[in-house]
């Protein structure tokens, strides 16, 4: 039969408030008769060094037991304490009121008894009789365990009793205890375990209630944290395998219709006849790259030949080479550059793929009559190259989906731009790949700021 966690919990608890409850008795006892009466049987023991002298004297007196057998009265006289004036305010030794005396026993030489308590032996706590450096007999008492356990031991089995009797309760209280416990555990499990089944069944909505600061309310704000993710990136790839679909569709649209136009004899066959479709194979053929290029910078397959190289004098290169399309577009395109060498560790030719992009971003996404204005500087040991455009510019809210793939900021899906919609996330996986990251922020020319931070080689 297999245990549920409620079960387990349940005897984990029962056992280890049974097992306390156990040692805690078992302790007690031997605290008891270990350390009590001890106590008691040294106080005995004191009391038999007190009362030596006087045997030692009655018997030099004497010069034997004889005077003794079975003289209780003589027996007693020798056990009084001496007389001391401070006793009168303190009260008897400790020993008397113990019944310590009663207990005491005289054997000779031959452990045979004398007088005192009938039951004193060998087994008994003995003291030699010392007289002249010659032991003459042995002054005895029986231990109080023994004592108690030959008379009447109703208190002492009483109080074992009413132990037991704490104890059953205390067994039975630690149950309800840890029955509710286990119960109040398992609904906030059977809580996690019936969401988790729903997320993994495909409902990644389902959440559950954070209503503890403790290690459970902490998983349960894992869970719904993950559940977060989950339906981000479902809703994500829905978005994408829609945007996929229509940035496929529409140059499909665009060919299909150009090509039955020719079919039907409704336009000639010409250079001009085939210049749309061109237009649309090279675009659908730029998406295709993309695409490529997307899936290996996500899964980190993109090739990366890393070295050190001087990133002002590759800005400077490509700056130059993209001046005149911008003066295409009607743009002007400046920037600002450190004469100095600013090292970076990277890929060449992926560092020029990313800054041309953004640079193709400006030109497709800056009216005409505007400015792009480049800048790179160095702080606390960081490389970062700013972008700035001039209007239109992009909402604040909208800003950080910017690197997001197929995302544009317009409501409707016209490809007047000519892009596919992947280049900025392409952007953020280089940037990424080379410790680096990328952000979008309002620039001070009205447009849309791209900052590129890269860390400087040492």
């Known amino acids: 039969m297999k245990l549920g966690i409620t079960a387990k919990l349940f005897i984990a608890i029962l056992a280890s408030c049974a097992v306390v409850l156990l040692v805690n008795g078992v302790a007690a006892r031997i605290s008891f008769q270990r350390g009590f009466l001890g106590y008691l049987n040294e106080q005995g023991v004191e009391r038999m060094q007190e009362v030596m002298p006087h045997i030692q004297a009655a018997y030099r007196q004497h010069g034997s037991w004889q005077f003794l057998h079975g003289d ?47 039951t004193v032996g060998r087994e008994s706590i003995l003291r030699p009789v010392v007289v002249e450096g010659r032991t003459v007999g042995w002054l005895a008492m029986v231990p109080f365990q023994k004592a108690i356990a030959a008379g009447d031991v109703r208190f002492y089995e009483a109080q074992m009793q009413m132990w037991w009797l704490i104890g059953v309760f205390s067994v ?49 704000r894992d869970f719904n944290q993950l559940a977060q993710t ?15 679909s229509h ?33 649309q194979i090279g675009q659908l053929g730029k998406l295709v790259n993309d ?41 002007q395109l400046n920037w600002t550059l450190d004469n100095a060498p600013i090292r970076v560790d990277g890929d060449e030719r992926r560092l020029q793929q990313l800054f041309a992009n ?35 510019g992009v909402d604040p809210d909208k800003l950080p989906r910017l690197f997001e793939r197929f995302y ?51």
């Open 291 to 331: 695409l490529h290029d997307l899936s290996l910078t996500d899964v980190g397959a993109l090739t990366y030949r890393r070295a050190s190289l001087d990133l002002a004098l590759l800005l400077q290169a490509l700056l130059g080479s993209m001046q005149a399309r911008f003066a295409a577009a009607g743009l």
């Open 230 to 244: 989950l339906e981000h990136t479902e809703r994500a790839r829905r978005n994408f395998m829609a945007d996929i």
């Open 408 to 458: 544009r900021t317009e409501g409707s899906r016209n490809r007047n731009s000519g892009g596919s919609g992947l280049g900025l996330a392409i952007c953020r996986n280089i940037a990424e790949a080379h410790d680096g990251q990328i952000e979008a922020a309002a620039s001070p020319l009205g447009g849309v700021r791209i900052v590129v931070t890269l860390p400087e080689a040492l």
């Open 172 to 220: 039975l209280f630690a149950a309800a205890l840890a029955y509710l416990l286990a119960r109040t555990l398992l609904l906030r499990l059977h809580g996690l375990t019936g969401a988790t089944h729903r997320l993994a069944s495909g409902n990644y909505g389902s959440r559950v209630p954070e209503n503890s600061r403790d290690e459970l309310g902490a998983l349960a």
């Open 72 to 118: 209780m009265e003589a027996w007693f006289h020798l056990m009084r304490p001496d007389p001391d004036p401070g006793r009168a305010l303190t009260g008897p030794p400790v020993s008397d009121q113990t019944g310590a005396v009663p207990r005491f026993g005289l054997l000779d030489t031959q452990y045979q008894q004398v007088v005192g308590n009938p």
């Open 247 to 279: 940035e496929l569709r529409t140059p499909l649209a665009v060919m299909r219709a150009e090509v039955e136009a020719i079919q039907d004899g409704i336009r000639p066959l010409s250079q001009a006849a085939l210049e749309p479709i061109a237009q």
């Open 358 to 392: 953004l640079l193709e971003n400006a030109v497709r996404y800056t009216d005409a009559g505007g400015e792009v204005r480049v800048t790179c500087e160095r702080t606390a040991g960081q490389i970062k190259v700013r972008f700035d455009d001039s209007p239109p």
